[in-house]
């Protein structure tokens, strides 16, 4: 079965600090992954996504990740963290093709917060 | 703005009441979605709709009901509410299999 784990429900890092996010899948295949992003009240913003090719996926506001396929991660990175990337995460992964083409599975989030 | 707009942004209703929530995608997009996110809970696929036909109903309770009466427009009907269907209601378009864009929800109260 699809499934997406994100092992840190809550992580707190200072301004300026790097950061890491884990994301860990289970899926049949090399699926499509995504990262998102949330403020209160607010929808899903996308960061980046990989389908294929170079597994180091740059996206939005500085944010990176790398697929590892042999791992089943897609982490998500940030070399030094600003006050306003404050926000929960989600990974999710989606299927290439078939008859779920298109639905997404969602991790549980991860909630971080930055200190000034 | 994701080219995804949910009307109202936030509603309050009774247990006995009926409202639907609204969204429009503006992308030109042929699949949208109905996702449920409630507290320390993962976000919940509800509904898929593929050109205006349902393609999956995720074992929802049918005082929720989606009509799609085309490619542009999702509603999501309510009726006799439970307080525990309380939550962040969004909705989301794709082309196929790509990029899923996510409306900024709308936040349901029921009383």
């Known amino acids: 079965a699809q499934s997406v784990t994100q092992p840190d429900i809550h992580i707190t890092v200072s301004e300026g600090a790097s950061l890491e996010l884990r994301c860990n899948y289970s899926?049949?295949?090399?699926?499509?992954l995504f990262w998102y992003v949330q403020s209160p009240g607010q929808g899903l913003q996308l960061l980046l996504k990989?389908?294929?090719?170079?597994?180091l996926v740059q996206g939005i506001k500085g944010f990176e990740a790398e697929f590892k396929r042999s791992q089943s991660s897609f982490n998500l990175r940030k070399p030094s963290v600003h006050w306003s990337d404050a926000a929960e995460y989600f990974c999710?992964?989606?299927?290439?093709?078939?008859?779920?083409?298109?639905?997404?599975?969602f991790g549980r989030g991860t909630q971080l917060t930055v200190w000034p | 703005e994701t080219g995804v707009t949910q009307t109202p942004r936030h509603l309050v209703m009774g247990m006995t009441n009926k409202k639907s929530l609204k969204c429009e995608q503006h992308?030109?997009?042929?699949?949208m979605y109905w996702y449920k996110q409630s507290a320390k809970k993962p976000l919940e696929l509800m509904f898929v709709?593929?050109?205006?036909?349902?393609?999956e109903n995720n074992s929802v309770p049918s005082r929720f009901s989606p009509e799609c009466p085309n490619s542009s427009h999702l509603f999501l009907h309510l009726h006799t509410l439970q307080p525990e269907d309380s939550a962040l209601y969004l909705c989301?378009?794709?082309?196929?299999?790509?990029?899923?864009?996510f409306g900024s929800g709308t936040q349901l109260s029921v009383l």
């Open positions: 999710a992964v989606g299927a290439p093709r078939g008859s779920t083409l298109g639905r997404l599975y």
């Open positions: 899926y049949g295949a090399t699926p499509y």
């Open positions: 992308l030109g997009h042929n699949a």
């Open positions: 709709y593929n050109f205006k036909e349902q393609t």
């Open positions: 989301a378009s794709s082309q196929g299999g790509g990029i899923s864009f």
């Open positions: 990989y389908f294929s090719g170079d597994t």
